[in-house]
């Protein structure tokens, strides 16, 4: 069994900042993409960024230039920094990893979900 945990969010004003972190933990191989996306109230869920073991990282237009992700592969952990935060950043925020566990001589893959954690940027 996998399971993702976030940390790191809370209430903060305009152009302020946050870093959300994400560990996953449980019997996992590999982690292959690491990401982080977000669900505003009455709004369908966004992909915010993607980052592979290797290559590099992809980000929705809307956050380029304020959000960095970065990851500690071993520590099977992802950041989300995120600067000038504006309101419309309010969200709850996901971690999503795709992980491959091997058990049984058996490989799998799948694609976990954390809690989420909530984001508040008061104007």
């Known amino acids: 069994q996998v399971q993702l945990v976030e940390s790191g969010g809370g209430l903060v004003q305009a152009g302020g900042s946050l870093r959300l972190s994400c560990t996953a933990s449980?019997?996992?191989?590999?982690?292959?993409?690491m990401g982080w996306y977000r669900q505003a109230p009455g709004k369908e869920r966004e992909l915010v960024a993607t980052?592979?073991?290797?290559?590099?990282?992809n980000y929705a237009d809307s956050v380029k230039g304020r959000f960095t992700a970065s990851r500690d592969n071993a520590k099977n952990t992802v950041f989300l920094q995120m600067n000038s935060l504006k309101p419309e950043d309010t969200a709850v925020y996901y971690c999503?990893?795709?992980?491959?566990?091997?058990?049984?001589?058996?490989?799998?893959?799948?694609?976990?979900w954390g809690p989420g954690t909530q984001v508040t940027v008061s104007s």
């Open positions: 999503n990893a795709d992980v491959q566990t091997y058990s049984g001589g058996v490989y799998r893959s799948k694609y976990y």
């Open positions: 449980g019997s996992i191989f590999r982690i292959n993409v």
């Open positions: 980052i592979p073991s290797g290559g590099s990282t």
